[in-house]
Structure formats: structure tokens, C-alpha cells
């Protein structure tokens, strides 16, 4: 089955630094979308992309779909406190009249004060 | 808040036991998803409803069924448990586009002792 590759796993930054983290997948997704999950809930959509090569930003996130169709991009700039979290990619798998959704399997932030 | 409520928060059972974990989507969404999310394995999709009617199945354990009901709600139902079923069970509802993103509710916390 389809299969997302994030990196890094985790990371430890600064309070005040930009973070830049990734997605790639041995196939070709139409729609990316980026979600995070603070503990003890459920995750919530930031970003959706739709296009080869789209750049979207939401506030302090600007997230990209690769030219490729296989990778996609988020950072986020100036970190604060309220950042921490895991930052999942995903992707909907094939199959017509469905939108299940692949994820990747996160990437956990920590900020430091 | 996403507007999907998911009801109990929390369960604590036995191995063998039966449970009911029961999901409300957002107002108007048509389609739910369920999803598992354990420590090892990410976020798992098990099964779709649209409408009623199953739409599609994942990586669903034959001891687990789903249904939704005339008014949209959904129950996933897990019976004959087992250590390894202890999960967070995620419902997501969706609009009616191919392309509408899943909107999770905050999860049921499932231990079995």
C-alpha cells in the first residue's frame, strides 16, 4: 500500500526559530494535507494543497506540493510555545468514492522557552 | 473545535469484552471514517461509511464492525478484546467533494486489562 516517509521523527528548537519539516512517498498524491495533534485530542487540519506546486501559507505555516506530485514541505517561522505538537502529512489513498487517508507517521515538535 | 464528538472519552476493559465506541459528525458531513491510532503503528484508517452504507474498509480487524445510523451518527463496535486493541479510535467526518479534508474528533482512549 501507499506509504509517507516524514522526517525528522522529532525535534528540539528555540523558541523564536523557523522549522522546516517533510513528507515523501513512493507515489503520486493529487492533495496533500498537513494536520497536527496535541495531546489528548484529535488532529486538526492546517493546510490543504491541491496542486502540483502550490504554495500555501496560514498564518505563521506555508506548507508546499512538490513539482513531483511526491513530496510536500511545511515550515513554520518564528516558533512559540504553543507549536509543540506532532505534525502529520497525509494523503488520500486510491480508491473511487473514498477519501481514506494515508498518514505519515509524524513528526513530534518540542519548543524550547 | 471540529464539530465531531465522539463519546466516551475514555474506556477501561477487560480482554474478551465488548464495546461500543459511538461518533457524531459534523453538522451536514455525510461520510465518517475511523481510524486507530497506536504508538507503534501511527494512524490506521479501518472503515467508511457514506450515507448508511459501508464505503471502505482498511486494516479492520474481523472482531470490529461499524455502522451509521438514519441520523448520520456512527458506532464502531469492538468485541472479543484484546491487550493489543488498547488505542486511541479516531472518528472523522467529511462534506460531500471528492476533495473535502477529514475533520477528527477528539478520540475514545481504549484500555483493555
Known amino acids: 500500500g501507499q506509504q509517507l516517509n516524514q522526517s525528522p521523527q522529532s525535534m528540539f528548537i528555540q523558541e523564536g526559530e523557523d522549522v522546516s519539516m517533510n513528507c515523501t512517498s513512493s507515489?503520486?498524491?493529487?492533495?496533500w494535507l498537513w494536520y497536527k495533534q496535541d495531546p489528548g485530542e484529535g488532529p486538526v487540519l492546517l493546510i490543504a494543497?491541491?496542486?502540483?506546486?502550490e504554495l500555501t501559507s496560514n498564518g505563521r505555516l506555508t506548507a508546499q506540493f512538490g513539482i513531483t506530485r511526491k513530496d510536500s514541505f511545511l515550515n513554520i517561522s518564528a516558533s512559540i510555545p504553543s507549536d509543540v505538537g506532532i505534525y502529520f502529512c497525509?494523503?488520500?489513498?486510491?480508491?473511487?468514492?473514498?477519501?481514506?487517508?494515508?498518514f505519515g507517521k509524524g513528526t513530534k515538535l518540542s519548543v524550547i522557552p | 473545535d471540529s464539530g465531531v464528538t465522539q463519546t466516551p472519552k475514555h474506556l477501561i476493559t477487560a480482554t474478551g469484552q465488548r464495546v461500543t465506541l459511538r461518533c457524531s459528525p459534523r453538522s451536514g458531513d455525510l461520510s465518517v471514517y475511523w481510524y486507530q491510532q497506536s504508538l507503534d503503528q501511527g494512524l490506521q484508517f479501518l472503515i467508511q461509511y457514506y450515507n448508511g452504507e459501508e464505503r471502505a474498509k482498511g486494516n479492520i480487524l474481523e472482531r470490529f464492525s461499524a455502522q451509521q445510523f438514519p441520523d448520520l451518527h456512527s458506532e464502531l463496535n469492538l468485541s472479543s478484546l484484546e491487550l493489543g486493541d488498547s488505542a486511541l479510535y479516531f472518528c472523522?467526518?467529511?462534506?460531500?467533494?471528492?476533495?473535502?479534508?477529514?475533520?477528527f474528533g477528539n478520540g475514545t482512549r481504549l484500555t483493555v486489562t
Open positions: 472523522a467526518s467529511s462534506g460531500q467533494g471528492g476533495n473535502s479534508p477529514l475533520h
Open positions: 497525509a494523503g488520500p489513498s486510491s480508491g473511487a468514492g473514498s477519501y481514506q487517508l494515508t
Open positions: 494543497l491541491y496542486k502540483a506546486g
Open positions: 507515489s503520486i498524491f493529487n492533495t
